[in-house]
């Protein structure tokens, strides 16, 4: 497809005077363009093709960047990067020193925040709109939101804080499932339209104005008639449910229609409050695939452009989350006392098997974390029920507050699966769960695990609950060995020596073994023969097995794939001053203290230097290690 229209636009100014037509042919090569990039790249694809409409009408109406776009999640937004002068870098999209996947303010300044968490749009929105106003600014803040951004709790604090005399907020409610009440006859299409004139917008201003400057009842008067309009909005649509927050309910608009979003947004732009546009949009529009399986054209992994279908998977071996979430339904299934919990991530950590066999013991709260925890706390209550709540590390930091008061401070023996723990890849900053192990440790009574492989994590599923305590087990989303031996029975608080040697101590982390041991062998080119460790527990340490190591060596390095400055290795770091192990040298390699960016997940290892190679250089400084060659080639 040629994409005459696209390759002419450098910012959303190039938009402006183009016609109906234009748009829609405009509409079409995005669509080409995205389907083009993400069958190779991968990516969020069903929800971008879902907004190319809403997005051209956004940048035709507003101007951008004076005009706030507030993207919530903002996984949505790669159209909007297509418009703002990204197309010539579009292909490069969630690579490594490419762009990012998200909105991300150092890549344009069309983009306002780093984005990655639903439910932060309208508290952004809001505090943007007070600075304004604070600032004596006149620009048009408009918060981009979902329809599953309203399972939120934060999304519900900020609407609780709207106030009814804000100017120039308009709030974009993209419904891309369905409505949130069912929409009732074609009076709500007549009353979308009537709302969104201008000219009754601004009769209707006009006269409740002049109504409430009558003496002593035209307070009353006025607040009557916004009961009798909203009166007669909820008879056809939800209009009351956001207008008790104090917003102008106008909706719902086909959000493939670009005339009638432009025709509605211009209409908007004058209104005296606060509004929300209710659009209706369809995931995966363009593409029959994506709109047949929204689910699994979300997050889309590379596919044929011709037929749409997903090209075969290259790894031959299970990821985490598959054994997690298969050995998890074989212990539902010989224990009805087992129940699972997730925050709307039923999918990616594949518990859509079990949630199927049985959907009552298989809960999917929506993306509510903090709610996710406390909820699982409350079934945990009374130790009649075993519950595993499947979060990713990521968003378990925003339910910090709920697993210390409402988990750790009862003393419920919820355990939890903490997926995607460790470095995200292409999801990047915003998703890398590389801090819970910091505030884990901090929870008095906690039990933190990683497994370095499929067979362990089995062998921590089956002990956790005998631990009669909070628990976690995390683990990332790669592909690992797994076994059909039979499980041992794992040992509380004990960890493992996987090969012996002297004077070096290598404790690596879960699947960072693979590492370590490949580590081992370069040292061995340079005559030094390294011990490999996997603790498994990281709290409670094996205590026993760690002093006992450190009679023959002195010199230890941890590896982590988690934050450096407060993980295993500053664990252990403590542990070493309180056993007063004064005369060892201790190096302890992980992710460094910076945000680190998206790429493939071996191009981020080696950006931070945990390579095997990289690792020897270092020891190779860190200790003064006297080696025999300069050249370190990892067979």
């Known amino acids: 497809m040629t994409m005459s229209l696209l390759s002419q636009i450098n910012c959303p100014g190039d938009i402006k005077n183009f016609s109906l037509a234009e748009l829609n042919l405009l509409a079409s090569e995005i669509r080409h363009r995205i389907i083009e990039v993400l069958s190779v790249n991968g990516g969020h694809l069903a929800s971008n093709l879902g907004v190319v409409e809403l997005t051209l009408a956004l940048h035709k109406v507003f101007d951008s960047p004076d005009d706030k776009l507030i993207w919530d999640v903002s996984h949505q937004t790669y159209v909007h990067k297509l418009l703002t002068g990204r197309n010539d870098r579009f292909h490069q999209i969630r690579q490594f020193k490419g762009l990012c996947g998200f909105c991300h303010p150092k890549e344009s300044n069309h983009d306002h925040f780093h984005a990655g968490h639903a439910g932060t749009a309208l508290s952004l929105g809001l505090g943007v709109a007070k600075n304004r106003d604070l600032t004596k600014r006149n620009e048009y803040i408009i918060p981009i939101i979902g329809d599953a951004t309203l399972t939120c709790g934060l999304s519900l604090e900020a609407l609780n804080n709207i106030s009814r005399d804000l100017k120039k907020f308009i709030v974009i409610l993209n419904d891309n499932a369905m409505s949130i009440s069912k929409n009732v006859g074609a009076i709500t299409h007549i009353l979308s339209r009537l709302l969104s004139n201008p000219v009754t917008n601004k009769i209707c201003h006009e006269i409740d104005t002049l109504v409430s400057r009558i003496p002593n009842y035209g307070q009353v008067l006025s607040q009557q008639g916004h009961k009798i309009t909203e ?93 997690f979430g298969a050995h998890l339904l074989k212990m539902a299934e010989k224990d009805p006392s087992v129940v699972a919990v997730t925050p709307a991530m039923s999918c990616g950590s594949c518990l859509d098997d079990f949630m199927k066999k049985f959907p009552d013991r298989c809960l999917d709260v929506g993306i509510a974390e903090s709610h996710a925890v406390t909820f699982s706390g409350g079934i945990a209550y009374g130790s009649k029920m075993k519950v595993v709540t499947s979060i990713y590390a990521t968003f378990l930091q925003r339910a910090f507050d709920n697993l210390f008061h409402d988990v750790c401070l009862q003393e419920l023996p919820v355990i939890f699966a903490i997926d995607r723990a460790g470095i995200s890849g292409p999801d990047g900053s915003t998703h890398h769960g590389i801090y819970d192990i910091s ?193 370190l080639s990892c067979v």
């Not at 001053?577 to 998206?598: A, C, K, Y």
């Open 231 to 323: 009166s007669l909005k909820n008879l056809v649509s939800p209009a009351a449910f956001f207008e008790q927050y104090g917003l102008f309910y106008i909706g719902p608009i086909d959000g493939h229609d670009v005339k009638k979003l432009i025709d509605v947004m211009e209409g908007v732009k004058d209104s005296a409050w606060p509004v929300l546009i209710h659009v209706l949009t369809r995931k995966g529009e363009g593409m029959d695939e994506a709109i047949k399986n929204p689910i699994s054209y979300h997050g889309a992994r590379p596919f044929s452009r011709d037929t749409g279908k997903f090209l075969p998977n290259p790894a031959t071996k299970p990821t985490f989350p598959k054994i």
């Open 439 to 631: 505030f884990l440790n901090a929870m008095p009574n906690m039990v933190i695990t990683q497994p370095r492989n499929g067979k362990i994590l089995k062998e921590l599923m089956e002990a956790a609950f005998t631990w009669k305590r909070p628990a976690a087990i995390r683990y990332p989303n790669l592909a690992t060995e797994d076994s059909d031996e039979p499980l041992q029975e794992r040992e509380f608080g004990k960890g493992e020596v996987l090969v012996e040697g002297k004077e070096i101590l290598i404790i690596a982390l879960g699947h960072m073994n693979t590492l370590a041991l490949k580590t081992r062998d370069l040292l061995l080119q340079q005559g030094f023969e390294a011990t490999v460790m996997d603790p498994i527990f990281i709290k409670p340490l094996d205590a026993e097995l760690i002093c006992k190591l450190l009679l023959t060596h002195q010199k230890i390095v941890t590896i982590e794939e988690h934050s450096v400055t407060a993980g295993m290795g500053a664990i252990i770091n403590n542990f070493l001053i309180r056993q007063g192990f004064s005369n060892v040298q201790v190096l302890n390699l992980g992710v460094p203290e910076t945000f680190i960016d998206h790429g493939s997940h071996q191009d981020l290892l080696n950006e931070i230097g945990l390579t095997p190679e990289k690792i020897v250089k270092q020891m190779i400084a860190h200790f003064g290690l006297k080696i025999q060659s300069q050249q």
